[in-house]
């Protein structure tokens, strides 16, 4: 398994952008699909994003296509979520994961989590 890190959560505004990280160290990296899910209070974990092993290919929730954007950089072993016109219905604790093939969805087909970084959007 990868031990997985987030980071770049926090409090924005409606409108507004957030960056998430993810640093990435265990098992190689590169050969992994990556994912970003996240879970609001009293809801079940839900998927965000997800990215094939190069980083070419991305797919995402209708909930938030063409407004966040997943990426990667395999020199850094890190993934990115990068979140704009957020909305406070974005608000939840945002989850990177590894481990899925591309395409995947459900967060069965993830085997290694991250702690969780809050996002907070007021009104």
């Known amino acids: 398994q990868m031990q997985l890190v987030e980071s770049g959560g926090g409090l924005a505004q409606a409108g507004g952008s957030l960056r998430l990280s993810c640093a990435a160290s265990?098992?190689?990296?590169?050969?992994?699909?990556m994912g970003w899910f996240r879970q609001a209070p009293g809801k079940e974990r839900e998927f965000v994003a997800g990215?094939?092993?190069?980083?070419?290919?991305?797919y995402y929730a209708v909930s938030v296509k063409g407004r966040f954007t997943i990426s990667r950089d395999n020199a850094k072993n890190t993934i990115y979520l990068q979140m704009n016109t957020l909305k406070p219905e974005d608000t939840a604790v945002y989850y990177c994961?590894?481990?899925?093939?591309?395409?995947?969805?459900?967060?069965?087909?993830?085997?290694?989590w991250g702690q969780g970084t809050q996002v907070t959007v007021s009104s």
């Open positions: 265990g098992r190689t990296f590169n050969d992994r699909a």
């Open positions: 994961a590894a481990g899925g093939t591309y395409g995947a969805t459900s967060s069965f087909d993830f085997d290694s």
């Open positions: 990215i094939s092993r190069s980083g070419s290919f991305t």
